[in-house]
């Protein structure tokens, strides 16, 4: 069985130092650098990256969004009942998808309040970690800021030996 794995490189586009992401499989793919974000209030994925990863066609999507800029959008889509896996761990998640111009390029998903809830997530900042926990199974995850000052907004395909392998205590 051959997974992918998904990752950002360095280039040009700056973007802030102190972005939180994580590590997640999606299906057989392992994606690295997700940006999670508990203000947000819906998971986000980009239109192209549900081509990369093999994705379900999407659903039309019946909501409009308020962006920080406070323009309203309308998503292209909506995919329900996604299987992730956070370092082991199992979760159903809905993402809405956007165009690619819309959202920042540093990232090709995002999990917002609606993932922080389900996977009763805690941060601790000090130490740099999250916790996250479903059907009593508890993770301590570090969280990865190797987004720093740049990224790309392409992602590369390399294999991955072991998908779940990674900074879990």
């Not at 409009?64 to 959008?73: A, E, G, K, S, T």
């Amino acid at each position: 069985m051959v997974e992918t794995h998904f990752e950002l490189n360095t280039t040009t586009i700056h973007v802030d130092n102190h972005m939180v992401v994580i590590q997640v499989q999606v299906g057989k793919n392992i994606v690295e650098y997700v940006l999670i974000n508990g203000r947000v209030d819906v998971n986000i994925i980009t239109k192209n990256f549900i081509t990369k990863l093999g994705l379900p066609k999407p659903r039309p999507s019946p909501y409009h969004f308020r962006m920080v800029d406070q323009n309203m959008i309308r998503p292209l889509g909506i995919i329900k009942n996604l299987k992730i896996h956070i370092h082991g761990i199992p979760y159903i998640a809905t993402f809405i998808i956007l165009k690619n111009n819309v959202v920042d390029y540093s990232y090709f998903m995002l999990l917002g309040r609606l993932w922080f809830k389900d996977a009763k997530v805690t941060h601790d900042w000090g130490n740099n970690v999250i916790i996250v926990q479903s059907n009593g199974i508890i993770r301590t995850i570090l969280v990865n800021k190797k987004l720093g000052v740049e990224t790309r907004s392409d992602a590369l395909l390399s294999p991955l030996l072991d998908p779940l392998e990674g900074p879990t205590m």
